[in-house]
């Protein structure tokens, strides 16, 4: 946010999300200066409004006197408590309000909320690649999965060599992915949380986007041995693309593949990597004959998040996210909603929304276990918020949780994953994967749960990507979307600009999901952007 005395580029705009809210976002680009007379929100108390200072965009103005002591309301939910008197027409920033203590995690309503059932949509397709397992895949991956973050290096120049000398034979094929990461030894692989990481690394390795085809590079003498990575009985059959139903989840027949660098008969740099590329061709051979076919939308498992959150992530771009997650799940598709910290003030919309009591109890457990892993780090959810957050307009972490759980939409959460768990194929619906916020961790939990599509908000902008899964992403105002054209595949700004309405945008971005499901590439896969995998590992290392 630039500091710009220049004068706004069309009438004063401000946004309040809830006839009872004390505050209202500014919409303008640049900001309003100082004695800017506020139109709106038409027929509200903000009307005729001076500003008493500069209020940037994205910012909260008082539309109301608020004394010190007193609660501000947005979201029609107390944001935080005035630290001084505030008079109308201020700028309410971060430094002017108190944080609301986090609401206990007894007594909440559990699963009183009974929505009407949404009506189901039908008829809706895309391409996708049919896997043993019954899930479908949006690309058609050569995953290669690792054990220890020691032989990071030596695939790296192997997955070079099979993109270059491999992949132009086998056309079908989307790309090679080296599974890397910085588990797998130094770590105290028996302490209660060790399942987390070790789980995740498991499921990853049996996304939808990986066809089913596993294989395995390890070191030899790393405490994640490839047979606790993947123990018998735990990948379904490979290889029996199209015949989905038949083979349903019976484990494979195979043995393990495993390239083990410190196997006797490696003599020699080269004969490490000449194995690794000899065995990749067995997997390619596989995949290469898979081609697309028309699935039905319910085939969907699209995990949402937000990262380089504003004040308008929870006004434009993750409103128009939760329309679409309705879409989905009203088709049969799967959402996945996550971010611990930025829906544990949003407690209890959650555990109302619940299916089932049981549902509630799951969500209780989840949060609560996470509130007692950052008590053990002496922080708690307020260590959420970033000094981006901050100059995007969030003061604090319940004005941001409110703008994130939009995301989830309106429907049943129907079920609820701890960290690295994967979806049964039975579990559709709105899911809560439990995860913590930060993006590279909560998007790499969520392809251990199964994810096929991303869908990625952000304000003040991030060029996130991952190799493993296709990321749309969202830009929340069109300031952004214009000078990151080619990073942002969707302007939710047209919403704050008046040019779109919420459900508008919600069913663009299910036509474009459908689209890029079926193939068409986002900006992320043009520029082949991708970020690392951070497991989350709540447990030692030693
Ligand atoms: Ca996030």
Request: net charge negative; with cysteine; aromatic share 4%.
């Amino acid at each position: 946010m630039t500091a710009s005395a220049s004068p706004p580029d069309r009438a004063p705009l401000v946004i309040r999300m809830h006839a009872a809210d004390h505050v209202a976002i500014v919409a303008n680009d640049g900001g309003l200066p100082a004695g800017t007379v506020l139109p709106g929100p038409v027929g509200s108390v903000g009307t005729g409004l001076t500003l008493r200072e500069r209020v940037p965009q994205a910012h909260k103005v008082a539309l109301v006197d608020l004394p010190a002591g007193s609660a501000v309301r947005r979201y029609d939910v107390t944001i935080g408590y005035a630290r001084a008197d505030i008079p109308a027409g201020s700028w309410v920033h971060e430094k002017l309000l108190d944080l609301p203590a986090a609401r206990e995690l007894q007594g909440l309503p559990m699963a009183t909320v009974k929505p009407a059932p949404l009506p189901p949509l039908q008829g809706r397709t895309f391409q996708g690649y049919r896997n043993a397992d019954g899930s479908v895949g949006t690309r058609n991956l050569l995953a290669i999965t690792t054990t220890v973050q020691c032989v990071a290096g030596v695939l790296d120049v192997a997955v070079e060599r099979i993109r270059r000398e491999l992949l132009p034979q086998y056309p079908n094929v989307d790309g090679v992915v080296g599974l890397e990461h910085t588990y797998g030894c130094g770590v105290a692989i028996d302490a209660p949380e060790a399942p987390i990481p070790i789980r995740t690394l498991r499921h990853i390795s049996l996304n939808p986007n990986f066809g089913g085809e596993v294989m395995v590079v390890s070191l030899g003498c790393e405490k994640l041995q490839p047979e606790r990575l993947l123990p018998p009985g735990s990948i379904p059959i490979a290889g029996s693309a199209g015949s989905a139903g038949s083979a349903g989840d019976a484990p494979s027949a195979e043995p393990l593949d495993v390239v083990c660098l410190q196997d006797a008969a490696h003599v020699g740099f080269m004969s490490m990597i000449e194995h690794i590329l000899a065995n990749a061709r067995v997997h390619l051979e596989r995949l290469n004959r898979r081609q697309r076919e028309t699935v039905p939308a319910s085939a969907l498992v699209v995990g949402v998040q937000c990262g380089g959150s504003d004040a308008f992530s929870g006004v434009t771009a993750n409103p128009a996210v939760g329309a679409m997650a309705d879409l989905l799940v009203r088709a049969g598709a799967t959402v996945m909603f996550s971010e611990n910290t930025e829906v544990r003030d949003a407690v209890e919309q959650l555990t109302a929304r619940a299916a089932t009591p049981e549902v509630a109890e799951q969500i209780v457990e989840q949060l609560g276990w996470y509130d007692r892993y950052l008590e053990r780090g002496r922080v708690d959810r307020a260590a959420n918020t970033t000094p981006g957050n901050k100059a995007g307009g969030l003061s604090n972490i319940v004005e941001k949780a409110m703008g994130s759980i939009i995301k989830s939409g309106t429907a049943p959460i129907a079920h609820v994953l701890a960290p690295g768990d994967k979806l049964r194929a039975d579990q559709r619906g709105l899911v809560y994967a439990a995860t913590p916020a930060s993006d590279f961790i909560c998007g790499t939990l969520q392809l251990a749960a199964g994810m096929n599509l991303h869908v990625f908000t952000t304000g003040r902008g991030t060029p996130y990507g991952l190799a493993e899964c296709p990321v749309v992403k969202v830009a929340t105002r069109s300031e952004l979307a214009r000078r990151w054209h080619d990073l942002m595949d969707v302007n939710a700004g047209r919403i704050a600009d008046g040019e779109l309405t919420i459900e508008e945008a919600g069913q663009a971005l299910f036509d474009l999901l459908l689209e890029v499901a079926s193939g068409r590439r986002t900006w992320a896969e043009h520029w082949k952007l991708a970020n690392a995998l951070v497991l989350f590992n709540p447990a030692p290392v030693t």
